[in-house]
């Protein structure tokens, strides 16, 4: 296990974060973007918190006019050291929607280290904001929604008229505020997930995100797999455990957290990388070697 940053007095809260250490390396990020392609709210649904309304991604994405089609690419940049991720934020997959924010491109390319060096430590996840991506093309946020709840609990949350309105549990992800779309939950865009040995995401701090073990014993609190090196494993719903009384933070000073389905703190560190937007984030990396992509640059 990580050992514990230098301890904070108590867990300390700020704009619905939550803070468990006294050092919180964050990757900063702009929550909004200037280069934005929407739906427009043309889309039907009537009133969206009655229910979910189910939309394929085509209904969203098209050229000229409004969503661009899923754009994702990755790029090994071996002399730089540098692996490249540039994506538009529109989900490779079907969506629901249970709130009238639009689904936004929304331009944002990373510079993440290669080989990424542990710390010696465990670097504590800044709560409520975004550490890392998904292959399917949106962010990946932590467990904690800005209101402070836990949202992979959103479903068990109920509103006065008997409604579950917070989304933010479902596989296929949710919109901010900022009509940033995003996910909270273990699945990060994956309705099934594929083969343990599958890279479905990296983390800001470079390292790569697979699917959840069968056995989870060899991962520690960050969810970093300790047996092979290799990166962090989600864990599941039920192998985190946790409840709407079970708090965020472990202990003051302990930089895991409570609600580690994605991942539980950072194992190396997230300042090394890079992040640029809108235009810029559209610009090629020079000198590597593309690795994954979808979509088309053409509809961009």
């Known amino acids: 296990a990580p050992a514990a940053s230098p301890a904070a007095s108590s867990p300390t809260s700020?704009?619905?974060?939550?803070?468990?250490?006294?050092?919180?390396?964050?990757?900063?990020?702009?929550?909004?973007?200037?280069?934005?392609?929407?739906?427009?709210g043309e889309l039907p649904g009537g009133s969206y918190r009655l229910g979910a309304n189910s939309y394929s991604i085509s209904d969203f994405v098209g050229t000229g006019?409004?969503?661009?089609?899923?754009?994702?690419?990755?790029?090994?940049?071996?002399?730089?050291?540098?692996?490249?991720?540039?994506?538009?934020?529109?989900?490779?997959?079907?969506?629901?929607?249970y709130t009238d924010t639009d689904l936004c491109a929304q331009y944002y390319k990373w510079t993440l280290p290669l080989n990424p060096t542990m710390l010696p430590d465990g670097s504590e996840i800044e709560s409520a904001?975004?550490?890392?991506?998904?292959?399917?093309?949106?962010?990946?946020?932590d467990a904690k929604e800005s209101d402070g709840l836990n949202a992979?609990?959103?479903?068990?949350?109920?509103?006065?008229?008997?409604?579950?309105?917070?989304?933010?549990?479902?596989?296929?992800?949710?919109?901010?505020?900022?009509?940033?779309?995003?996910y909270h939950s273990p699945e990060i865009g994956y309705e099934t997930y594929p083969s343990i040995d599958t890279v479905i995401g990296y983390?800001?701090?470079?390292?790569?995100i697979f699917p959840p073990l069968a056995d989870d014993s060899v991962l520690d609190e960050c969810n970093f797999n300790t047996a092979t090196g290799s990166g962090y494993h989600v864990r599941t719903k039920d192998q985190v455990g946790a409840t709407t009384a079970t708090d965020y933070c472990k202990a003051s000073?302990?930089?895991?957290?409570?609600?580690?389905?994605?991942?539980g703190c950072y194992r190396a560190d997230p300042n090394l990388s890079i992040q640029e937007i809108d235009d810029d984030?559209?610009?090629?990396?020079?000198?590597?070697?593309?690795?994954?992509?979808?979509?088309?640059d053409d509809e961009q």
């Open 65 to 97: 006019e409004g969503v661009p089609s899923p754009w994702l690419k990755i790029w090994t940049c071996s002399a730089a050291g540098t692996r490249v991720i540039q994506t538009n934020n529109v989900p490779n997959h079907d969506i629901d929607k």
């Open 253 to 263: 000073g302990d930089p895991a957290n409570n609600w580690n389905y994605i991942i």
């Open 203 to 208: 983390a800001f701090d470079g390292y790569p």
């Open 129 to 141: 904001v975004s550490l890392g991506i998904s292959l399917k093309g949106p962010i990946i946020y």
């Open 281 to 296: 984030a559209k610009i090629d990396p020079v000198g590597c070697t593309l690795e994954f992509s979808h979509g088309s």
């Open 152 to 182: 992979i609990l959103g479903q068990e949350i109920v509103d006065e008229g008997g409604n579950a309105p917070r989304d933010a549990a479902y596989w296929h992800g949710h919109p901010s505020p900022q009509e940033v779309w995003h």
């Open 14 to 40: 700020s704009g619905g974060r939550t803070f468990c250490t006294s050092r919180t390396e964050a990757f900063r990020w702009k929550d909004t973007a200037s280069a934005v392609k929407c739906s427009n």
